[in-house]
């Protein structure tokens, strides 16, 4: 299995220990959610998606030999909010992790999603 099929199943079935071995140690990590973010935060909204939403599907991804952009469908119980994630994967690691949400609907549908 190729690391973004790998990282796409750990964090949607809560593998926060394959989630973790799967980040290089200096990834670099940005997201346009109203917070701050580092791995340590990225893997708690992870695990706070894959507990809460009632499914997690990737609906489309385009693959390249250094990475990966997956577009997700994230089914809470009163809606869908999307996900896009641009991973950059060298040496069987993912240095960098791009998320873009659909805030206004993940305000809604996961309400404290991001809060501190």
Known sequence: MDVASFWTRSWTSDDRIAVRQLLAPDAEIEWNLDAPVDDEELVQV???IAVFADDVTLVGQTRADDGAALVYDLR????TARMVEFLTIAD???TEVRQVYDVTATDRFFPGLYAN
């Open 46 to 48: 992870l695990h706070r």
């Open 76 to 79: 809470a119980p009163f809606g």
């Open 92 to 94: 069987g690691r993912i």
